[in-house]
């Protein structure tokens, strides 16, 4: 007996149609930046793609989805206030080099002010990012998004038309464990994976040269091989990047290495 499908209402949301930019706005790829752990470089990759792609000359807009521990502003030292768009929405913010970006830090009253909301109010300010911000017309929307496999990383890779996701992962085999989780995420919700990038991979020694490896042995390699994911790279574990994150000047970080990150996208 064959079963009839239940009856969709008009009315009733589709909860895996996919969202739009707003009139006027477009971009010719959405890349999300993506780990199921914490702390493993996913905003500084994020700001780098970003940095680099702009380098390129490519018009290039950066969604902080992180809503509770947005970092993207202070990366690039940014303070001022979206403005309100004609109509609706607002516009993005402009770091020193043209990058658009819109966070929920830059329409709090103070950058240490929190965020205390429940998971489907975050998910929907995600969303709200892409829908009602006038990004204008992109080569590049970068998302980057919280750590772990929760309700926002669910809703951006549900709902916002995504090209491809960048997982990031450090050497640590734990990091590694849990970066196989948001792989299997990708996969189950038919997102296209990039690949996998390992940071601060090796550090080298400022007095002899050496290169060090602080956490091990890296295995994204591997794993990524294992998983039939794209390996992209190691990125080194670089003091100079953390303090020029810090201090807000990421634009003017420029080590040889990150022109490489355009090419994983380009
Ligand atoms: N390759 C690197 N070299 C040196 N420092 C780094 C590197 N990558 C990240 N960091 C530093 O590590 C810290 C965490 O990085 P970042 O905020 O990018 O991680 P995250 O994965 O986005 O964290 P969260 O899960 O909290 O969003 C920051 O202080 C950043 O400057
Ligand atoms: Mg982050």
Redesign the pocket.
Known sequence: MSQEKPHQNAETPDPLRKIELAPGSAAKHVIAVM?GK????????AALLAVALRRAGRDVGVLDA?IT?P?IPRLFGLRGRPRAAQGEGMMPVQTATGIRVMSINLLLPEEDHPVIWRGPILSSAAKQFFTDVHWGRLDYLIVDL??GTGDVPLTVLQSIPLDGIIL?SSPQELALMIVRKAVKMAQALQVPLIGLVE??SSLRCPHCGHEVEVFGPGTAAAAASSGAIRFLGR?????E??AA??QGGLESFTAPWVADLARWVE
């Open positions: 780990s914490g702390g493993v470089g996913k905003s500084s990759v992180d521990g970092s919280p750590p990031v940071n601060m990125l080194p574990l670089d003091p990047l953390s994150g810090d």
